[in-house]
């Protein structure tokens, strides 16, 4: 699986938008670029996913650059309980029988 | 979204005992669970990938043997760890995939474990 660059911390004022980035900058064509957050003593907790068009669920919005090779995961309220570390992987297509590779993750502080 | 359930959530055992981590998944049948361990302030890092029905396939550095794992049905995974030491305590954390190509990967909440 690519590798994926994230800052390794960010603050953001709460009720802003959060906007955290993420370089996959040699990510296959088959790779999905995958969001994950963890709060501290919890297990991750899936976000969104997507291949190369923009995604947006109720949790948040992913934007991904048009040649792929990085993408924002956009928190557009943030709240005190968004503070956790966002970890950003891309994973093949159909790949089922692979488990997830986790780099270091971005430590995104919500602010009061 | 799908739910993964680990029990216990929290357990502190002898050194030199065996401790068992069940991870099931709840509303969806997974053939392939995954088991990962995290250290204070350390990413996650996998362990095993435990399919039903067949042996899991270990990562390099993992003892097969001290980390034993049984997945026994679509529902439940089990990892247990034999002749338990103080080093062995960490953050044990299952996930399942979901959906179709198991495109999607839920994770459970994690079990403490304390060797003393």
């Known amino acids: 699986d690519a590798k994926t660059t994230q800052p390794p911390s960010m603050d953001c004022a709460e009720g802003r938008a959060a906007n955290l980035p993420c370089n996959h900058s040699?990510?296959?064509?088959?790779?999905?670029v995958y969001w994950y957050r963890q709060i501290h003593s919890q297990g991750p907790q899936y976000i969104i996913h997507g291949l190369k068009n923009n995604e947006t669920n109720e949790m948040a919005s992913l934007i991904i650059t048009e040649d792929r090779k990085s993408s924002t995961l956009i928190l557009p309220h943030a709240t005190l309980r968004d503070t956790a570390v966002y970890y950003c992987i891309v994973r093949a297509l159909g790949g089922g029988a692979d488990g997830l590779t986790f780099g270091k993750g971005t430590h995104l502080i919500i602010q009061p | 979204g799908a739910v993964v359930s680990q029990h216990p959530s929290r357990v502190i055992c002898k050194s030199g005992t065996s401790v068992k981590i069940e991870c099931r998944s709840l509303d969806f049948q997974a053939t392939t669970m995954f088991w990962y361990r995290q250290f204070p302030k350390q990413s996650l890092m996998l362990m095993a990938t435990s399919n039903e029905g067949s042996k899991a396939t270990y990562e390099q550095g993992v003892e097969k043997d001290k980390f034993l794992i049984n997945h026994a049905s679509l529902t439940l995974s089990t990892l247990t760890v034999t002749s338990a030491h103080p080093e062995d305590s960490s953050f044990y954390i299952c996930?399942?995939?979901?959906?179709?190509?198991?495109?999607?990967?839920?994770f459970g909440e994690g079990s403490w474990l304390t060797v003393v």
């Open positions: 040699t990510i296959s064509g088959n790779e999905y």
């Open positions: 996930s399942a995939s979901y959906g179709m190509s198991g495109n999607t990967i839920y």
